[in-house]
C-alpha cells in the first residue's frame, strides 16, 4: 500500500511472478526491475522486507532488490529467489502484489529484552515460532541473539528450549525395552579435535540393547563433526523413516541430523550465531537440550571436556554450565548426566574424517595401536549411560561396556549399522601430501593447544577435503626430542599443504618443557 | 583457499568478473553457478562472506549466493552486483579469485562489548572505520547496536561521535563574518509532526547575516523530513560545491545531507537501526553530533520537544539526553543550547510535505491564517541562535527576529535561497481525494496523540506522494462538537485513502474531553 506508485490511482498493482535460480541460504531475495512504473523502485531503497501475496492468499516475507537489467527482468515481473518461489507455491507468471512487511510483532519482545527486561514464556514463544516461520531477518535474529547474551534468566533458558523444541519434529520411538521406557543420547559439548567417542559409544550401547538414535551435525568451524567422520565409513544422508527402521533394527544409529528437522529455529539461530562467534552457556544449554527434547531422548549423557583451549575454560564455568543444564533438563523431565572429560589435548591420534574414522575402527577392532585415551574415554561414557537402565548395578557399566568392546560385539554392532546406513558417498582416501612438524626442542610435551590444531587442520582442507587433517604422533607427557616430528599434516591440495605447513611453522600449538 | 575445490590441485582458481545490474542497498552481493567446478558451490551453505581480489590487487567483501540458471551466469564466471562491481574496479571479464572472508579484526571488540566491558577510543575508532569501509554485514552492525544499546558510557559516546565524524567528509566553511568565526545549525530530536520550522529559522538567521548551511534528512519512518517539505518548494538534491556557493552567495540553505557524505558510518548504522526501531539516547547523541561535527558546525542548537507521544517522554529523559548532549558537544568544542518544547501535539496544521510547506510560507509571508504555534516556535528558536553572536544582547535575540520575518527580510531571504537552490522536480498539488475525521464527542481537544497522526498520515502516502496527510482543523484547547471535523485527510490513490480513513476512524489520535 505504501509503496504502490501515486499515479496509479485504484488498487494495489499485480506483477508477475517469476522465478530467478538464485540460492541464497539466508533471506528470501526479491527482484524488481528499476523500470517498473507500477511500483516506485527508487522508494525502496531504506526499505528492508516486504510481504508478497500469491493469488491463493499465501503471503511470504523477502528482502527486495532493484534490477537494472532488462534481460533478468522485466517491468512486469517479480523475480523470486529459488526458496522463495517454492514457499510462495504459485506457478510461474502468476499476479502477486506485494506492501511493506511489518515488523513481525514479537521484535517488540526483542526490544524489551534490549533493555534489559525479563521474558515470559509466551514472550519468548512468539519470539521463537516467528524465527522458525522465517519472518525475522538476519539482523533481527541478531538482535535477540546479542540481546540475550547480555543476560538471560534460568527460566528464560527453559522457556527458550521449550519454545525451540515445540517448533520442529518430535520424534516418538516405539523401539523401548519392555522393562525401561528410555531412549538415550549422547553429547559433546565440543571444542576437542579428533574426540569421536560417540561412534564407539553407541555401538556399545545399542549392543546392549538399549535404543541410541544418534544424530549429529557436519563440522562448521571444527575440522570433523561426527557426521563428516562417520561419512567416511557409511552413509548419514538419512531421513527420518530411515532413520526409525535403522533404529528399529539395530537400536542405534550415527545420521546427520540435517534432514530431520529437530529443532529449526536452532539452526536458524545457529546459521546467524556462528558467522559472528557469539557462544554463551544459555544459547548452548538451549540449542543442545531442544533438539534433544525433540529427537524424544529420555536420558541424557554429556561429555563436557574442560581445559585451557577447550569450549569450557574452568571448573568454576563448567559448574555454572552444568547447574544450567541441569535446571533445564529436570524441568523438561530428561534424566540427565554430565561427566567432565579432559580437554587439554586432542584425543586420539588423527584430526580430520579420514584420519579420525581410522582411530575409531582401531579401537572398534581391538588393535593394539588404537589410541588408548579415545577408548578409555568411550568405556567411561559408554558405562555412564548403561547405569542409566536400572537392571545395571551402580558402578558396574563401564566394565560391560569393556567386554562388548573386547569380546567383538561392539565392532559387529557397528558393522551393521553401517551396512544399515548404506555405502559412503566416494570412497575417501587420507591426503597423500604430507609435511612433518618437527619439535624446536628436547623435552616433555604438555598440553596442546585444541585450537591451534583444528585451525591447521582446517587450513588442510578438513573437513571439505576428508583425508586432509593432522596426524599426531606425540601426546601430553611423551618425551620428544629436538628435530623429531610432533605430527604430520596431510593435504590434498599442495596450497593447503603449504598454508598449513606455514602455519604449523609459525606456531605448531605443542608446550614442550 | 578453504573453498578451492580440492580436485585442482595448484594455485587458486580464477573466475571472470560479470557485472550483474542488481542494486542491493545493503550488502555487495556476489554471484557463482551451481555448476561452477573451480571452486565448490556446494560448500558455501554456511559460509556469510567471501573476499574478492582482483587483479589490482583490490579486495572487496560480498555475500555470495548461487545461481542455477546458466542464462544468469556461467560456469566461470563470478556475478558482482552494481556496488560490488563498481568498488571492486575492475573491467568486465577481469580474473578475480576469492576466498573465505576473515571477520573484521574489530569484531573482537564487538564481542567484548556483547560481554559488557567497556571499549576505549582506539578500540571504537576500530569498529567505526571498518563499519564505513562496509566491512561488517548487517548481522555484524546489528550486534554492534545492540550490544552498545544495552549501556554506552558518556565516554564511550564521545569516544563514538568522534570516530563517525572522523570517516566522513569535514566541510570548512570560509563564509564566517570576521567578527564572530562560527557557523550556526540547527537541529530537531523530531517525533512531532509538522515541526518545519527549520525552514523559517534559516531564512531569519541568515537575514541577520550569520551562516547557517542547513542539512536535512527525508522522512524515513515520519510523513515528512524537512528535505522532504523544502523539495515541495525548491531542489534540494545538491552537492557539496552547489552548497558551499549557495551559503557563500546567501549565508543559507536547506538542502538533503545525502549527497554530502557527512557521517558515512552513521547513515550506515541508521539503516540497519531503523527497521529494528532501536533507539537510544547515547546512539542518538553520536548521530546528531558526528554530523554536526562532520558539518563544520561551531553553534548548535537543539529543538526537543518533550511529550507523550513524542521522541522525548518526560522531563527526566530529557535531563539525560540532555547531559549527554552537552558533554559530548563541550568535547568536541561545539557550543550547544538545548531548547525544551511542547511536545504534546502536532505543530501548525499541516502534516505530509505539500500541506507543511504551506504552512512555512504563511508564516514567511506573515499571512493572518498562518498557524501561531508554528511562528512563534520558529521566532524562540532563531532568537536563541542570535543570541549565539556576541554582538546580540541576551534576551534581545527573539525581537530581532520577530522583526526580520514582520519585515518580510526573511521571506525575501527564503525566496533567495530557493531561486539558489533551483526549482523543485515536478510541482506536487495536494491530494484532491478528500475525507474528513469528525468529533464522535464534544468537549475541548487535550493533547493530540502525534504518532498516531504521523502513522495516518503515512498510510494516507505521504511522503512519497507529496501531496497526501492531514490538514488538522483543530489543536489542543479548542473547543468542538460531536459530528464537527478535527481534521481533513488528503490522499493521490483512493486505496491510501480509504485505508487512512479507516485507520483514523478506528483510533483518530485526539483526546477530546
Chains 1, 2 share one sequence.
Not at 508477475?16 to 528499476?34: D, L, P
Not at 596442546?448 to 601430553?476: E, T, W
Request: charged share 20%; glycine share 8%; with cysteine.
Amino acid at each position: 500500500m505504501l509503496l504502490a506508485n501515486p499515479e496509479n490511482v485504484g488498487s494495489t498493482p499485480t506483477l508477475r511472478a517469476k522465478r530467478i535460480g538464485v540460492h541464497t541460504y539466508g533471506e528470501h531475495i526479491a527482484f524488481i526491475s528499476s523500470a517498473c512504473r507500477a511500483y516506485k523502485p527508487e522508494s525502496f531503497a531504506n526499505i528492508n522486507k516486504i510481504e508478497i501475496s500469491g493469488p491463493g492468499g499465501r503471503k511470504i516475507v523477502a528482502s527486495l532488490n532493484i534490477v537494472e537489467n532488462g534481460d533478468l527482468l522485466d517491468a512486469h515481473s517479480l523475480g523470486l529467489s529459488t526458496a522463495a518461489f517454492e514457499m510462495l507455491a504459485v506457478p510461474e507468471g502468476a499476479d502477486v502484489t506485494f506492501t511493506l512487511a511489518a515488523s513481525p510483532r514479537s521484535m517488540d519482545f526483542v526490544r524489551s529484552k534490549i533493555r534489559g527486561e525479563r521474558l515470559t514464556a509466551i514472550q519468548v514463544s512468539s519470539i521463537i515460532r516467528d524465527i522458525a516461520a522465517h519472518r525475522y531477518s538476519k539482523s533481527e535474529i541478531t538482535a535477540f541473539l546479542v540481546a540475550s547474551a547480555a543476560f538471560l534468566t534460568a527460566d528464560e533458558v527453559l522457556y527458550l528450549t521449550r519454545a525451540m523444541a515445540d517448533v520442529g519434529t518430535r520424534i516418538r520411538w516405539d523401539q523401548k525395552p519392555a522393562h525401561f521406557e528410555a531412549v538415550m543420547d549422547k553429547h559433546c559439548v565440543g571444542g576437542i579435535p579428533g574426540n569421536r567417542t560417540s561412534m564407539i559409544v553407541v555401538p556399545i550401547v545399542a549392543a546392549f540393547g538399549l535404543p541410541i538414535p544418534k544424530t549429529s551435525s557436519r563440522a562448521i568451524t571444527s575440522p570433523a563433526g561426527t557426521a563428516d567422520t562417520m561419512e567416511v565409513l557409511a552413509n548419514v544422508d538419512v531421513d527420518l523413516a530411515q532413520m526409525q527402521r535403522i533404529v528399529g533394527a539395530e537400536k542405534g544409529c550415527l545420521v546427520w541430523g540435517g534432514h530431520v528437522n529437530l529443532s529449526p529455529a536452532d539452526d536458524i539461530l545457529i546459521s546467524v550465531e556462528r558467522p559472528l562467534s557469539i557462544d554463551t552457556p544459555e544459547q548452548m544449554v538451549a540449542s543442545i537440550l531442544s533438539k534433544k527434547v525433540a529427537a524424544g531422548s529420555t536420558h541424557l549423557l554429556i561429555d563436557m571436556p574442560v581445559g585451557p583451549t577447550a569450549k569450557v575454560r574452568s571448573a568454576q564455568e563448567a559448574a555454572h554450565l552444568s547447574k544450567l543444564f541441569q535446571f533445564v533438563a529436570r524441568a523438561l523431565g530428561i534424566q540427565l548426566e554430565i561427566v567432565l572429560t579432559d580437554g587439554t589435548q586432542p584425543v586420539g591420534r588423527g584430526v580430520g574424517p579420514v584420519l579420525e574414522a581410522r582411530d575409531v575402527m582401531a579401537v572398534l577392532a581391538n588393535e593394539p595401536s588404537a589410541p588408548v585415551d579415545l577408548r578409555e574415554r568411550a568405556i567411561a561414557l559408554a558405562g555412564r549411560i548403561l547405569e542409566f537402565d536400572p537392571s545395571v548395578q551402580g558402578g558396574l557399566g563401564p566394565s560391560i561396556a569393556r567386554r562388548l568392546l573386547t569380546n567383538g560385539d561392539a565392532l559387529a554392532k557397528m558393522q551393521r549399522i553401517m551396512a544399515a546406513q548404506g555405502p559412503p558417498p566416494g570412497s575417501p582416501k587420507l591426503g597423500t601430501l604430507v609435511s612433518e612438524i618437527k619439535s624446536p626442542l628436547t623435552g616433555r610435551v604438555g598440553t596442546i593447544d585444541c585450537l591451534r590444531i583444528a585451525r591447521i587442520a582446517r587450513h588442510a582442507g578438513a573437513p571439505v577435503s576428508k583425508g586432509a587433517g593432522i596426524d599426531l604422533l606425540k601426546k601430553a607427557g611423551d618425551a620428544v626430542r629436538a628435530g623429531e616430528p610432533l605430527y604430520r599434516v596431510h593435504a590434498s591440495v599442495e596450497t593447503d599443504l603449504e598454508f598449513a605447513t606455514r602455519m604449523a611453522t609459525e606456531e605448531n600449538g605443542y608446550h614442550v618443557a
